[in-house]
């Protein structure tokens, strides 16, 4: 089945700079690529997904890149804001198939 | 526009005890569901997932059940409670069909004591 590798755990950044969070994935039949940011005490928030027929997807200050040959898909923060902190998760599916989730990166960002 | 609910929202029970969460989405119909459990600090397990009435899928083996009596209604269930049951109980809804966007409800905090 499909396995998904996320890294880092842990992320800490000032506020204002960017942050990455990369995600591998090992079946090549996935297709669909969602981001989830949860923060504490509340439920997975899906904040940007892309599919395989794309590249790079950009909604304001968050991006999600990808790349099929490498599978491999991260996430892009630019201007950090202390509300940013939470824990992101990734996710990779294909077809009909339950999503697999990433075990998910703490961003924390400082004022 | 598409709703789902949980509760009861936070649950204290002794171990040994039954337990019933129950999960309602409205405004979609023929959905997929999905019941996760999550402890504290942890990632995602996926427990059960349904493509429809009477259709459940069972991903790890535990004390748990799940049932779907009706098309937007799914039960996560329990006998006899352990203390390795505690966690975050999310339900999510999917539309059925290639590749929709996931949507989880807002969760049941369960310690089991």
């Known amino acids: 089945g499909e396995n998904v590798e996320q890294h880092p755990s842990t992320l800490s950044v000032q506020e204002g700079d960017s942050a990455v969070i990369k995600c591998t994935y090992s079946d090549s039949a996935s297709n669909y690529f969602p981001w989830y940011k949860q923060e504490l005490g509340k439920r997975p928030q899906l904040i940007i997904d892309?599919?395989?027929?794309?590249g790079e997807k950009k909604d304001q200050r968050i991006a999600v890149t990808l790349n099929k040959t490498a599978k491999h898909f991260s996430l892009h923060i630019t201007e950090t804001q202390p509300e940013d902190s939470a824990v992101y998760f990734c996710a990779a599916s294909k077809g009909y198939s339950t999503l697999t989730f990433g075990k998910g990166t703490m961003l924390l960002v400082s004022p | 526009s598409q709703t789902i609910h949980q509760w009861p929202a936070t649950l204290v029970q002794p171990v040994g005890s039954p337990l019933s969460l129950e999960c309602t989405v409205e405004?979609?119909?023929?959905?997929?569901l999905y019941w996760y459990r999550q402890a504290a600090g942890r990632g995602l397990q996926l427990l059960f997932y349904?493509?429809?009435?009477?259709?459940i899928s069972s991903e790890v083996p535990q004390n748990l059940s799940a049932s779907r009596p009706q098309d937007r209604q799914f039960i996560l269930s329990s006998k006899k409670l352990l203390l390795s049951d505690s966690g975050f109980y999310l339900c999510?809804?999917?539309?059925?069909?290639?590749?929709?966007?996931?949507?989880f409800g807002p969760g049941t905090r369960l310690t089991v004591l």
């Open positions: 405004g979609t119909s023929n959905p997929n």
């Open positions: 892309i599919r395989s027929n794309v």
């Open positions: 999510a809804w999917r539309t059925s069909g290639n590749n929709n966007e996931q949507f």
């Open positions: 349904s493509v429809g009435i009477g259709q």
